[in-house]
């Protein structure tokens, strides 16, 4: 079964510098990737996500994410953070075939500093 | 565009009571799911159903139950509430097939006392 790390619980960035968000993903073959964000009080939205292709990924709000199979990560960047970035980041692997049923990282609180 | 709707959003309830969470869709999406969600934990797959009348457990499903009368509608039914199922309750939907983004409803805070 697949299963997804993302090992800091919280980051603290500055307003303007720049972030990353890790992942890694444990999965036999190539997994569906994605990154959801859930601002405070609501629910998850997808920021973006990888299938094939490209493995630089750009979505929406300024983030982009990379996938590098050699280290079965898939790791969230951003090159200025604003304030209203302040929220929970999700990563999440799928896999192919059958019921598609992804399972989630634990998450990571992003605290955005004046 | 409704999406995913839940309801309520919070509900206070006594130790063994029992209670609905409503949930609909208007994407006319097959797969729904349960989540819960604990500070620290992530999200917990509670049940999911991949189309009217199918439903499954996920890694949660103790406490809970749930039907899929109709594409629409996927509501949890907690029986016997207890204070272990304290938590922000999720559902969500998606198209059938891998890979398709989740959408999720804005979440329903219970507490148990």
Redesign the interface.
Known sequence: AQSVTQPD?HITVSEGASLELRCNYSYGATP?L?W?VQSP??????LL?Y?SGDTLVQGIKGFEAEFKRSQSSFNLRKPSVHWSDAAEY?C?V?????????T????TSLIVHP | NAG?TQTPKFRILKIGQSMTLQCAQDMNHN?M?W?RQDP????K?IY?S?GAGIT?K?EVPNGYNVSRSTTEDFPLRLELAAPSQTSVY?C?S?T???????Y????SWLTVV
């Open positions: 619980i569906y994605f959801y009080g609501q629910g998850l939205q997808l996500k299938f999700f999440a799928g896999v192919s075939g059958g019921s598609y049923i992804p989630f990282g634990r998450g | 995913v797969y799911y989540y620290g934990m992530g999200l797959l999911y991949v499954d996920g999720f969500a998606s059938s097939g891998s890979g398709n983004t989740i999720f409803g804005e979440g």
